[in-house]
């Protein structure tokens, strides 16, 4: 047997006499405020922009891990597991772009509501996009963190040699190359991560989030 | 300074000297297992289906209140933050229900990759839906539990006055009355919650956590 008299139900919800007459309703549900409290965090979201290889998932990665290890409650979407997963179904045109982001920003917010800090990496280049995910998860949860490495450094990475073959035009807008990246005007956190250890580029967001109370 | 020397780089990146160079590199990231570690538990969802009025939110909310109180993490999707959010840009075509159940399924994995044990609360009427949805979310994580209420029993209670507009055919493909709802053959749990109180109905799924060893 449960142990709770006070009893919540949600929304307006009233059940009939028959379902039960010992148990005191109470307008209350579990809220993104308890979910917050039960992991002792204020649920943010931490938005990486910048260009490909400029070192937003590694430097998400970093925080991730450095909030992990001081007990913090993570959450990291990154190509990997929405562009295989959730928005598996969209394209690369303009309209698709757009919702790409747009849902993004939407799981981002149930994340921040289920309590967790999320992380996410995406080179979401049109300052729009962005604009709008920042009205979706709350102006006061949002950090735009702008990994501002130049073109050149990230060229010369060249990780997944995608620049290579943007140049080759065997990709078509490519961000940066033949297609445009829109800087953020005003941004949280600006990186550049050239001539940068990771550790220092993290500890620079790391500074940010104690000197804003979040950890 | 961060003091973390083992350090981790997501997938196949690797920064250049330049980026780092006293920094032991690893292939290893904050996993699934790690964030569920975090949080002590085994992170799965629990599906409920049914008519409405069955009373499906109701007993998940009462599910995470009894959770929440024994320090589990977890997270409630429904109408109220689904349906106002990531699909509000769908309808009610075959198309968009089917979409809108493969999007709550996509979400309900992330959220178990953070570690979270989710609660759905949809009426889910396709079999073939929710078998995607189970193969989305993986079998060894889903829990089904058909609210198997009398159609009788929930238009009775009526509590959004929906039945009634059905009935007057002011509402269109109402599942139970003008459309299908197709009962689950095999669902973990199976609760007929008319002459039940909401603590017998919670107390049959937190038994089946319990002995699952869920929780």
């Known amino acids: ?26 307008k209350m549900e579990i809220t993104r405020e308890m979910r ?3 992991k002792n965090q204020r649920p943010v979201t931490i938005w990486f922009t910048g260009l490909s290889g400029s070192g937003k998932s590694t430097l998400a990665n970093a925080i991730e891990k450095c909030l992990y290890e001081k007990g913090r409650h993570t959450m990291s979407l990154d190509g990997d597991n929405i562009r295989l997963g959730i928005n598996k179904d969209l394209g690369f045109s303009e309209k698709d772009r757009v919702e790409n982001i ?7 917010k ?17 300052i729009a996009d962005r604009q709008k995910a920042r009205q979706i998860i709350g102006e006061e949860n949002f950090i735009e963190v702008y990994v501002s490495t ?21 990709i078509k807008d490519f961000t940066g190359v033949s297609g445009p990246y829109e800087e953020p005007a005003n941004p949280e ?20 989030l104690r000197d804003n109370n979040i950890i």
Chains 1, 2 share one sequence.
Do not use: W
């Open 150 to 170: 130049p073109i050149e450094e990230c060229e010369k990475r060249d990780v997944k040699g995608l620049y290579k073959k943007a140049r080759e035009g065997i």
């Open 1 to 26: 047997m449960i142990a709770f008299l006070v009893f919540s139900i949600k929304s307006k919800m009233l059940y009939t006499n028959s379902m039960s007459s010992n148990v005191i309703f109470q």
């Open 36 to 38: 917050a409290k039960h």
């Open 110 to 126: 149930l994340m921040n509501d289920a309590g967790v800090i999320t992380l996410t990496s995406f080179i979401s280049p049109y």
């Open 189 to 208: 956190i600006s990186i550049d991560t050239s001539g940068k250890s990771i550790e220092e580029s993290a500890e620079i967001i790391m500074k940010y």
């Open 102 to 108: 747009r849902r993004i920003a939407e799981i981002s």
